[in-house]
Each structure stands twice: as C-alpha cells, then as structure tokens.
C-alpha cells in the first residue's frame, strides 16, 4: 500500500459510504472519490438531491483499505490483499462503534462483499438488506462502482439495477436525514 492515508471529512452522519480504496489521484487530492469515478458517483447522488459539496459535508466516507494498493503489471489499479484488508478492517470496525450509522453505502464489489455474501452484483444491487454487523443493525444499499473501467452500471441488467439502489436510497430516512441538514463547515 502506498501513502498518504486518504479519509473523507470527520462528519457525524447517519449515513456511512465505504469505498475500496483510493485510487492514484485521491492522495495527491487529499480526499476519496477525487477523479473520475468520483465525478460519477456524485452525479448518481445529484440525481436523489445531494451534490458533491453536501454530499462530502454531510455523509461519511470510509474505505476498506485507505492507501492506495498501487498498479497492476498489466494496467489498472491492484486489488487490495486478503491481508491488506484485514489490517485495515479494525478502522472500519471502530467506525460503525462510533457513528453508529443507520444506513450504509458499500460502493463495488469488494466493499459490498464485506457486508453481504453474494456471486454477482445483480443479486444485491437494487435491493435493501437489514444486516447485523459491527455491534448494530444496519440497512445496507450496494451501488456498482463507477468506475469508467467498468461497464456494469451502463448495460442492463445494472443501469436498471443502479436507479432502483438510488431509489432506494432517496426514500430511506437516514438521506432524508442529510439532505435537511445545512452544510456546516467542519
């Protein structure tokens, strides 16, 4: 893994995003979702009422692992170790323990796959899932990555499968939540 650690903001939010982790661009931005993938997440999120600027003020964005896992010999960022992730996980752990959050955003496969057991994402995106982890009882919204590099979410069944997640994700409480709250410099 490569420095520096990247984080979201320190928010209080009853709304948790997980990333995989970031790519090469987001430690010289010194935050998560910085590049391309980020332009596409925030405008998913645009679509149910929160723009970037709210967005990155009002919900907390973790990370399975918070380096960069560096490039691939055949291009493309690496895939964080079974190892590097479970070095990572008591961050997370300790995470839900404080913010307690009520509903939870795991962005791609390996972020929902900490969270939920599944083969394909087509059978846990769209859906909500009531899940015990970490001491809490959560609800759990999986988005695809959005990833420039992946055409999932732009192909059926995961454009369909993408707006049904936003769906979701806009009539649960906890966004209600965020989107009443003032952005408040922290």
């Excluded at 959005?146 to 499968?161: D, N, Q, V, Y």
């Excluded at 209600?176 to 709250?181: E, G, L, P, Q």
Aim: glycine letters at 10%; charged letters at 20%.
């Amino acid at each position: 893994m490569q420095r520096p650690v990247v984080v979201g903001n320190p928010v209080v939010s009853p709304v948790v995003l997980i990333g995989q982790a970031p790519g090469a661009r987001e430690g010289p931005a010194g935050k998560p979702f910085a590049w391309t993938a980020g332009k596409a997440l925030f405008k998913w999120f645009g679509q149910i009422g929160v723009d970037e600027t709210q967005f990155r003020t009002r919900v907390y964005m973790a990370a399975v692992c918070r380096c960069f896992p560096g490039k691939r010999r055949t291009g493309g960022d690496r895939v964080p170790s079974p190892e590097e992730i479970e070095n990572c996980a008591p961050w997370l752990a300790t995470e839900f323990r404080l913010l307690r959050p009520e509903l939870v955003i795991p962005v791609g496969k390996l972020a929902t796959s900490r969270l939920l057991p599944f083969n394909r994402l087509d059978q846990v995106v769209g859906q909500r899932h009531r899940i015990a982890t970490h001491g809490l009882t959560v609800d759990v919204i999986p988005l695809p990555h959005p990833s420039g590099a992946s055409p999932w979410h732009r192909i059926e069944p995961g454009k369909t499968l993408l707006q049904e997640a936003l769906r979701l994700i806009r009539g649960h409480s906890a966004w209600a939540t965020i989107r009443r709250r003032s952005a408040k410099p922290t």
